[in-house]
């Protein structure tokens, strides 16, 4: 199984450091670290995260306010977008 980061979740990595770097030159690298190795169970088992639409999972990042909003098939796993909990993820 191959794991693919879309675009969109690149571009939300670098936000999220963006943001935490100008609070704690530190945590960029703790929560970086976390988020990018949240999705390697999911190789195993690519169906843990809950379903939230058709072909879309959600997958929590532990000790984090992030989750991962993923796609599954039979050969990878791509994680489409890296979300903050307290936003509205769903809408539009």
Known sequence: MKLIW??????????????????????????????????????????LGTLVELDLRKWAVRHTPFVLLYRTDDASVEVARVIHTASNWLSG
């Open 6 to 47: 879309a675009d969109s979740a690149e571009a939300d990595l670098y936000s999220i450091a963006d943001y935490y770097a100008q609070r704690d030159a530190d945590l960029p690298d703790e929560i970086l670290g976390r988020i990018i190795a949240a999705p390697l169970i999911l190789l195993d088992q690519p169906r």
